[in-house]
């Protein structure tokens, strides 16, 4: 009777042990995906502030001067600088210790500055001979 009571308590030993390994290891992968899936939103979020502001400077450069629109961007925390110059604005993203810019062509050129905190941005695009992108 008491061998039973043992091999019994063993195999429960042994099936609590495998099922800590096999939640290790899901508990792994998953941490991984949802590393990579955070840079995939943020790069979501700085393309998609990319396309509004592109999009607005188009459209105040075919419509001409003195047009002025407001837009509001959100940047993601991990956009370190903006570049606006040309006929591009880029935002330079960092992860993981490395940096990748992202940019966006519009058919006018473009001047201005914008901070690259990680908020919501109320930008002024204004037409003249160069668009101007700035904040409000």
């Given at each position: 009777?008491?061998?039973?009571?043992?091999q019994?308590?063993?195999?429960?030993?042994?099936?609590?042990?495998?099922?800590?390994?096999?939640?290790?290891?899901?508990?792994?992968?998953?941490?991984?995906?949802?590393?990579?899936?955070k840079?995939e939103?943020?790069?979501?979020?700085?393309?998609?502030?990319?396309?509004?502001?592109?999009?607005t400077?188009?459209?105040?450069?075919?419509?001409?001067s003195?047009?002025q629109?407001?837009?509001?961007?959100?940047?993601p925390?991990?956009?370190?600088?903006?570049?606006?110059?040309?006929?591009?604005?880029?935002?330079?993203?960092?992860?993981?210790?490395?940096?990748?810019?992202?940019?966006?062509?519009?058919?006018?050129?473009?001047?201005?500055?914008?901070?690259?905190?990680?908020?919501?941005?109320?930008?002024?695009?204004?037409?003249?001979?160069?668009?101007?992108?700035?904040?409000?």
């Amino acid at each position: 009777m008491k061998n039973a009571k043992a091999q019994v308590a063993m195999e429960y030993i042994l099936i609590f042990g495998f099922s800590l390994i096999a939640i290790g290891i899901l508990w792994a992968l998953s941490s991984s995906n949802i590393e990579d899936t955070k840079w995939e939103l943020q790069v979501a979020y700085a393309k998609n502030a990319l396309d509004k502001m592109v999009k607005t400077a188009d459209i105040a450069y075919v419509q001409g001067s003195p047009t002025q629109i407001y837009i509001s961007v959100d940047f993601p925390e991990n956009v370190k600088r903006v570049y606006i110059q040309g006929n591009q604005i880029s935002l330079e993203l960092e992860w993981k210790g490395f940096l990748r810019n992202i940019s966006a062509s519009s058919v006018a050129n473009l001047t201005g500055y914008i901070s690259p905190a990680p908020r919501r941005h109320v930008l002024l695009v204004k037409a003249g001979n160069i668009i101007n992108i700035t904040e409000s």
